[in-house]
């Protein structure tokens, strides 16, 4: 009987377990037009672009060198190389990470946080984290602070997008 109860309960927990994960995974992964498993996530990202983009991790203040980018284009999400974000919209901040006061429009998601301060931000095209969004930016555009990780993104110039 002990040997009945236990094998009921373990088959139990394993269907179940099993038919909500993936009914859950599915519409995850059906929502976005880029979709990879983790595995093939982890093969293409480095560990650190892995970790912020598909891990929800956030990069060390000041160790971007996209904080120093001022010249004219675009910033594309290293994942997807959607472009998510305009020179135009970066303002220096003093927080240390690259901040925009609005994105390029349709193109990330905001997902509410249970911390009432800030929303986290991912891409519309494939899901990955890129930072946050606070209401603390310049009060004569937006009033919103989109602080994002500088390793979520990749930068085109402008001049080099004439050049092609």
């Known amino acids: ?8 309960l373990i088959v139990s927990f394993y269907s179940c377990h099993t038919e909500a994960q993936e009914e859950h995974k599915s519409s995850e992964i059906s929502e ?11 093969k293409e990202l480095t560990t650190a672009e892995y970790q912020i983009l598909r891990k929800s991790g956030t990069e ?19 994942a997807c190389e959607n472009p998510v974000y305009k020179t135009l919209n970066k303002f220096e901040s003093g ?9 390029i429009q349709g193109h990330i998601k905001l997902i509410k946080s249970n ?3 800030y929303q986290e931000v991912i891409c519309a095209k ?7 969004v606070f209401n603390d930016g310049p009060r004569d555009t937006t ?4 602080c ?8 085109i110039s402008d001049k080099k997008k004439l050049e092609k």
């Open 1 to 8: 009987m002990k040997y009945l109860l236990i094998t009921v």
């Open 32 to 42: 976005f037009e880029v979709t990879k498993s983790e595995a093939e996530w982890k």
């Open 60 to 78: 060390l203040s000041n160790s971007s060198p996209l904080n120093n980018i001022h010249e004219p284009g675009t910033f594309v999400c290293t």
């Open 95 to 103: 927080t240390g990470w690259p901040s925009f006061d609005q994105p």
């Open 115 to 117: 911390n009432l301060n």
């Open 126 to 132: 494939c899901g990955s984290h890129l930072g946050h």
């Open 143 to 146: 009033g919103k602070r989109h």
């Open 148 to 155: 994002i990780n500088g390793v979520a993104l990749n930068f």
